[in-house]
């Protein structure tokens, strides 16, 4: 059994079809949604593996600034 063989102007005309196609939008949609989320998961993966390197170095959520600034107590705050 062969394949019907599209023309040029067919091709086109599906490929216009289904870009105003709801299914293929919901589709899209999901595809959008879980590349996001492997995203964000995959920056705080390594906001986790830079969080552990910070705290072998000494650095805790209370000295951030100083060890990473200086001595801030000078710095006028607004």
Do not use: C, P, W
Not at 27 to 55: P, S
Not at 60 to 67: C, H, L
Request: glycine content about 4%.
């Amino acid at each position: 059994m062969a394949r019907d063989i599209l023309t040029d102007e067919q091709v086109e005309m599906e490929i216009d079809r289904l870009q105003h196609s709801k299914f293929v939008k919901l589709a899209q949609k999901e595809t959008n949604i879980k590349i996001k989320r492997r995203k964000y998961m995959y920056t705080l993966r390594y906001f986790e593996k830079r969080g552990k390197e910070l705290a072998a170095e000494g650095i805790t959520m209370e000295n951030i600034e100083e060890r990473l600034f200086g001595d801030t107590a000078d710095i006028d705050e607004d």
